[in-house]
């Protein structure tokens, strides 16, 4: 197996890694500002944002117009790579760069594109992705937000929840139900919705990290008028959107793993001989992890799809972080609980998702376990598509 790139896959990381030397957002700012949702971004991570843009920089996979320059998957992965080992994020509204804008350049019309796609990509807005429903989550075709075509606007009513980030965006891709008689995958449609439309009511409410922690919301739609022109994708053909969208977040989905991984090795210290048991297992997880997605990456690159064996890894990754994480917290007992300065680096450039208290570490963890399919559905996949076994 070669662990190592091709002199020009180096050489594009060079030129990023000069680029971000250059012009990384001053550390002062950006520990002044922060951001506080997935969907509120201060002017320091516009700006940040816009001038990765601008050069090119943002998804080296788009074509220049929508912030790249055309990359492979092994330049992309690079370019991860650089933004992961500074600790900085390209976007702080991730699911509008990953999930939505990458959906619309798949998915939309070109003036979607140029009024929707763009203007995420240049953080002029941000977006929130209304998928879940109280009754539908893993079982997303379940969905029962309803919309009727009416002349030339749909008319919408129903009930978003876990839409992260919604209370602070500008516009949320909507998942409606667009043929009630139709098999329930047939007749789901995709719809761009305003977030200051009359009808929309956005309610945020905590997580388990704390009554300030508001990055969830319910988002309530009551008769909301929407545009035609705002459908994504075919009339019933949300489906396809949903594959599509999802497949966006996961094709290098584990990298974000392996960085977690990795950021606990670097700062879970252990101190018994049980700890250090425990720190070899995170350890050999992070290679482990590194491996499997190398191979995956190098699939990928020659061009050979496996969908299904992504699951093993986002499987693998959440779970190893989590079960890291709940080591570090059990070798801190009581002082897990106290917050940042105290139990991991200082990152101005993060808005603390990821180096908050050891107990905000753990349960953050249970992000990547539930989020983009849980682990129950995952080993559903694994059971039914990679290893063949019986429904
Ligand atoms: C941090 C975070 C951010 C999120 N952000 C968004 C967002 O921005 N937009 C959005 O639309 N959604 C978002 N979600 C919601 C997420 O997509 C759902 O939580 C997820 O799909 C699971 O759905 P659910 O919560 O309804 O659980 P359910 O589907 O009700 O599952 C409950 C339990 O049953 C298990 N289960 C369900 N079906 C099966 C099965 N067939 N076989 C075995 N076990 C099963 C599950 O694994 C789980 O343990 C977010 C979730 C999290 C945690």
Known sequence: ??????????????????????????????????????????????????????????????????????????????????????????????????????????????????????????????????????????????????????????VVNGQKVWTSGAHDADVLLTFVRTDPEAPKHKGISVLLIPTDTPGV???????????????????????????AENLVGP?????????????????????????????????FRPHTVLERDRYATLAMDNQALRLLGSAALAREARGEQDVPALSVLKLLGSEAVQAAAEQALYSWGSDGLIHPAMTAPFNPFNNDNFVPSWFERYVRSFAGTIAGGTSEIQRNIIAERVLGLPR
């Open 1 to 154: 197996m070669q662990l190592s790139f091709d002199a020009d896959i180096e050489e594009f990381r060079a030129e990023f890694a000069a680029f971000l030397d250059e012009y990384l957002p001053d550390p002062a700012v950006a520990a002044k500002d922060r951001p506080i949702s997935s969907a509120e971004v201060p002017p320091w991570a516009r700006e940040w944002q816009r001038l990765q843009f601008d050069h090119g920089w943002l998804l080296p996979g788009n074509p220049p117009e929508f912030g790249g320059r055309n990359a492979g998957i092994l330049q992309q992965y690079v370019h991860l790579e650089e933004l992961s080992r500074r600790r900085i994020y390209h976007s702080f509204n991730p699911q509008g760069l990953g999930i939505i804008a990458a959906s619309l350049l798949s998915f939309g019309t070109d003036e979607q594109k140029t009024r929707w796609a763009r203007r995420i990509l240049r953080a002029e807005i941000t977006a929130a992705l209304g998928m879940s429903e109280p009754g539908a989550g893993s079982d997303l075709a379940g969905l029962r937000t309803r919309a009727v075509l009416d002349g030339d606007h749909f």
């Open 235 to 267: 009339l019933n053909g949300g489906w396809g959107v949903a594959n599509g969208s999802l497949g966006h977040e996961r094709t290098l989905l584990w990298l974000s793993f392996a960085d977690r991984l990795q950021e606990l090795v670097e700062d």
């Open 201 to 227: 009511t956005r309610r945020p409410f905590a997580s388990i990290c704390g009554p300030h922690d508001l990055d969830f919301n319910e988002v309530f739609f009551e008769d909301v008028r929407v545009p």
